[in-house]
C-alpha cells in the first residue's frame, strides 16, 4: 500500500512523492524512475522490497506522471530540467533523512533515472549506502550531434512533438525484436507491453526540448572530470538486460563498469541477464532481479 504527498523544490515546484511505508524500516530505498513512466510502475518491487523490510519513496519527474498534471504537459520538463530533476531527488532525500535518521538510504536508477542517479551519486555519493543503476550505459559518440538535430527540430516546430525526431533517437531500439507495437524492445513480456501502451502516462511521443536536454545532460555526465567526482568508497551496482539496447546490449554495461573502476571504485559490479530486455524489473525473471538486489542491499546495510 501506498501514500502519496508533494514537497516544495526551490523553484517551487510540486515535486509528486509516492511513499512505500514499512513499521520499523531497516533501510531506505529512493528510486528514480526512467522516461515516459511514473513511480506508480513499481509497486510491486516497492511492495517485495517492504516485505524485506524496507521503506521506498519515488518521485514522479518533472513533465512525468502526476508532476505533468495535465496530458498535453507530458514531456515538458523546463529548461535545464535534468539538473532540476537531480535537485528534486536532493530535496526528497533531506526529506527522507529528517524522517529516518541514521538509516542507510540507498538510490536505485532506472534508465533515464539511472542516469539522473550517475548525475547525483558525482554530487552527493558521500551521503549514500550504495547506488544501483539498472537500464543504464555509458557515452555514445552520437549524443553532441543528437543534441544539435534536437535543436533545430525544436526551432522548427516550435517544440511541437515529433514522431521524426523520436524515431531518430531510438533508431534500431526495436530492431532485433518483432515489431508487434514498436515497444517490444522493453520486455518479452507481451503483457508488460501492453500495459505500457495503455498506460495514459506512458508511451507519449516527447517535444524537441526534451530531447536537446537529454542528450546534452548526458554528453556532460559522462565527461571524464564528471566521472571522477563519483566517491571511489560508494558500493555500485548495475544491472542489465543482456539484450537491452539502452546498454548496447551489454558493451554500454561494460563499459560503464570500466569508467567507475578506472576512477578507483572499490566496490563496484555489474550483472548481466541472459534475454533480458530493457524493464528487468517488469520482465518474466523479475523475481531473480528482485532477489539479487535484496541481497545486495542487505550486504551493504552500514
Avoid at 21 to 27: F, S
Avoid at 44 to 55: I, M, R, V
Avoid at 184 to 192: G, H, P, Q, R, Y
Avoid at 258 to 272: F, H, P, T
Wanted: with cysteine.
Amino acid at each position: 500500500m501506498s501514500t502519496t504527498f508533494h514537497l516544495t523544490a526551490h523553484d517551487n515546484h510540486k515535486i509528486f512523492v509516492r511513499y512505500w511505508h514499512v513499521d520499523e524500516p531497516k533501510a531506505v530505498v529512493q528510486i528514480v524512475h526512467g522516461m515516459n513512466e511514473h513511480s506508480e510502475r513499481y509497486h510491486e518491487f516497492a511492495y517485495y522490497l517492504n516485505q524485506a523490510g524496507y521503506c521506498v519513496y519515488a518521485t514522479d519527474h518533472r513533465g512525468h506522471g502526476n508532476s505533468a498534471l495535465h496530458a498535453d504537459r507530458i514531456g515538458y520538463i523546463g529548461e535545464n530540467g535534468f539538473e532540476e530533476m537531480v535537485n528534486d531527488e536532493k530535496v526528497l532525500f533531506d526529506y527522507i533523512q529528517s524522517t529516518n535518521l541514521y538509516l542507510s538510504h540507498f538510490i536505485l536508477g532506472h534508465s533515464m533515472g539511472s542516469f539522473i542517479t550517475q548525475r547525483y551519486i558525482q554530487l552527493y555519493g558521500n551521503e549514500l549506502a550504495g547506488a544501483l543503476l539498472i537500464g543504464s550505459g555509458s557515452h555514445r559518440w552520437d549524443m553532441q550531434i543528437g543534441a544539435t538535430i534536437a535543436n533545430i527540430y525544436e526551432k522548427l516546430t516550435k517544440d511541437k512533438r515529433s514522431k521524426s525526431l523520436e524515431k531518430l533517437v531510438f533508431n534500431g531500439y526495436n530492431s532485433r525484436f518483432e515489431n508487434r507495437t514498436g515497444y517490444e524492445w522493453l520486455a518479452n513480456d507481451s503483457v508488460i507491453v501492453d500495459e505500457y501502451i495503455k498506460d495514459p502516462y506512458c508511451a507519449h511521443v516527447f517535444p524537441p526540448s526534451f530531447f536537446r536536454q537529454f542528450l546534452t545532460f548526458l554528453n556532460r555526465i559522462f565527461q571524464e572530470d564528471y566521472i571522477s567526482q563519483v566517491p571511489v568508497t560508494l558500493p555500485l551496482y548495475i544491472l542489465s538486460g543482456e539484450n537491452d539496447p539502452v546498454g548496447q546490449f551489454g558493451k554500454g554495461v561494460e563499459r560503464l563498469y570500466q569508467q567507475y573502476k578506472q576512477i578507483g571504485c572499490n566496490d563496484v559490479n555489474y550483472k548481466l541477464y541472459p534475454g533480458g530486455r530493457h524493464e528487468i524489473l517488469n520482465d518474466f525473471d523479475k523475481l531473480e532481479v528482485f532477489q539479487d538486489i535484496r541481497i545486495w542491499l542487505d550486504c551493504h546495510i552500514y
